[in-house]
């Protein structure tokens, strides 16, 4: 496994049950391994078990995780609305130095609009938290573009829009708190994404431990990725060692304020 050759921050990981297929779990260990084992200065992980167990497992999970782990891994609130209990759980989290929170309406399975997530922008506004959402697919009710009424209404809010679709660039170029992230994006669309907004507006993210040599077997195959790889992917689409070196390290540090 080849280890890389670049100060590397992940803003975008996970822990916990992954839905979809029963068994396909990542512990914390098999997250801390990915970093150690290639290279990654410190990583952001929700846990997965959020949505398909329950919010106070998940958060319990990322609880566990910072407190043995917290050198190497930084945890994230991944918080389902329709949960009544979910301010409490997102005073706890505050409280154990989560660094943000993680939304995933599509997988949560709710339409992105001021209704759903007032109280969740206004509580990331109170705890001085970002917010990580995963977005659908442009045009859909949970796309980039569902979210344009909630950055307007809360400008003392980070916003880091996954996946860098395209609905999301006029976002990240209009609205100084609006970021995008790099997971599962194809490098093309990388460089498309430091033309269109600048490399200060993205942020490396991932989806590990998803695909990752995680030490042994997982519980779901999927086509293997690395950090080597991804990095080698972006800089063969000439984004330049300035630009690649605030996309996957600096702008993390600036934005959830890390000494890492
Ligand atoms: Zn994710």
Redesign the pocket.
């Known amino acids: 496994m080849a280890t890389i050759d670049i100060p590397l921050i992940d803003i975008?990981t996970?822990i916990g049950h992954l839905p979809g297929v029963i068994g396909d779990y990542y512990s914390a260990e098999d997250l801390r391994y990915v970093a150690e084992n290639e290279g990654a200065r410190y990583a952001l992980a929700?846990s997965?078990s959020t949505t398909s167990i329950g919010e106070a497992y998940g958060l319990a999970e990322a609880i566990d995780m910072v407190e043995r782990h917290g050198e190497r891994l930084g945890g994230m609130f991944w918080l389902n609305p329709r949960d009544p209990e979910w301010p409490k759980h997102a005073a706890l989290a505050k409280e154990h130095g989560l660094h943000g929170i993680?939304i995933?309406p599509v997988l949560d399975n709710y339409a992105v609009n001021r209704s759903a997530l007032d109280a969740v922008f206004a509580c990331a506004m109170q705890y001085q938290w970002p917010i990580l959402t995963?977005t659908g697919l442009d045009g859909t009710p949970t796309s980039a573009a569902c979210y344009k009424e909630l950055i307007a209404a809360y400008p003392d809010v980070v916003l880091i829009l996954?996946h860098l679709r395209v609905e999301g660039i006029p976002l990240a170029k209009r609205y100084d708190q609006v970021y995008l992230d790099t997971?599962y994006v194809d490098p093309m669309m990388v460089e498309i994404g430091v033309d269109a907004v600048g490399p200060d507006k993205l942020l490396f993210?991932s989806?590990a431990c998803e695909g990752f040599d995680v030490g042994h077997a997982s519980g779901r195959a999927r086509p293997p990725r690395s950090y080597a790889g991804l990095i080698k992917g972006i800089r063969e689409r000439g984004v330049t060692e300035e630009a690649l070196e605030r996309i996957v390290y600096l702008n993390a540090k600036r934005v959830f304020g890390l000494d890492k």
Do not use: P
């Open positions: 975008h996970h929700s997965a993680k995933h995963h996954a997971t993210g989806d």
